[in-house]
């Protein structure tokens, strides 16, 4: 089986090629060969033990989608997109990546579908941004998607033509929501959503913190291990139980700001938490306000999509993943 | 005041425009100039008194869409479209004139926009086809676009684009979902739902009708007259109370077809009902199934948008409108 991951530079990209190198299996089959592609040069994972081809495209440029396809791999994972803050700031080239270069990928698939009857499983990262404010909490899995960010509108769109392709049966198709990923590795970033992770990640190795919000701000979490096995098991099941509504929101942990505290407190100590510093930022919170508290994800969870259940488990896994199990 | 309406050789589109030539007056100025715009020659509306340009072009056209902004209209109508049947039969034409079009029109305003301040009110038709099967009845404002057609589909990818240029300014839109129209005028067509209109339409003129579907099928219904009456509204309101969510669910109608045939029978005897030949035909029946019984419209109703509230009114507005008052 050939593998092709675009977006394999990113956080996610390249912990599901870390992945699938370790099970070496996908859908029950053997993964022979992985593409790994990006705008910034991919790293090869290590050790795989197939055949690894790394590739540096875009691909809102014309012909690049068709190149990805020539080999006709059998699933996709698609992960590519400019972030939320960027595609906001410019609306042209947000477009250009996250919706064209969508759309050239899924037009490269249906022409080479109406070719030789290519169809490969689709699995594409979609975001809760699809939804905006005000929401109810729970968000039901039926409720209507009303973006406040080009991001979220490039995303929404995207699920749409997703199902779309796949009731003609140009690709099998499955949309997955991702919550928000935390504990996010690495250093601070300036993302707005960004404490989340940063309030936790610091601690644990002793630096300092610093959270722009009030504690009772309630959003929706799964770690990046849940992230990585939302897309295998995308890739995996029987898309007839899924049905024509191909955009799953996936189950999550929906927790505040001071319950991700309490568990830091339960898993690292009173010490960790003291490296919080609290500075509170009227324009993060006011973007803040318009994110999503959590959602029910029903048919997610039915479909065997599983997440963390409390964030002492998140944090557990981030110190078993990023810091070798050791505290 | 200047009014452009795109798609205006279509029924709707004839209709706004003989209505803005009664009136003569939108949100409460003169219209000095319309232009009207579609793939096949427009005709002028009788004794309008101000300025007429009739033009023939596709939007989804390099171009073109710049030709029509040229001139900045205040208000811009956007009905034009190809139908659910055709956009099925053909999957490049559908998203090349519904999807590509509405986008270069909406690009262009951009342009303009951030070239001159330009920032039109763009009122665009939505349909009912945003929903798909398995549908609640009354269906929620909230309920989610999970359309089982791939004209359902650009017409909710058009939404979110909608929403989105209009959320940064570039223009402020409106997408109106029209219920199904009924009655129709015109003669009986192959379209899957046109038996809603004919089996009223024929009758009331001594011909007969072919009813495809049990007596029990509800659908949602709305007369030409108050389509036309949403669009008008739509380029009337004060959107600030619209807020972010731009994309309103009509009112309508919801009605059996055994609830249209006792409306004929109140407004036109028994010998027009017996103009109606049952011919159970499997196909529309399926299709038929898949359709929206019916919508809450409880926001759009709140702004002050309203339809019939019976067939029997239903029924009376075509006599008026279609058969000069007189059955």
Redesign the interface.
Known sequence: MQVLIIGAAGMVGRKLAERLTRDRVLAGQTVDAMTLVDVVAPEAPNAFAGKVSLQTLDLSEPGSADTLIASRPDVIFHLAAIVSGEAELD?EKGYRINLDGTRHLFEAI?LAHLADGYRPRLVFTSSIAVV?APLPYPIP????????T?YG?QK??CE??L??YS??GYFDGIGIRLPTVCIRPGKPNKAASGFFSNILREPLVGQEAVLPVSDDVRHWHASPRSAVGFLIHGATIDLEKVG??RNLSMPGLSATVGEQIEALRRVAGEKAVKLIRREPDEMIMRICAGWAPGFEATRARALGFTAENSFDEIIRVHIEDELGGNL
């Open positions: 609306f249906r905006g899995d039926e409720f209507h998607t009303t973006p406040l080009s509108t929404a769109i749409l033509l199902s779309d009731r003609k024509p509504r």
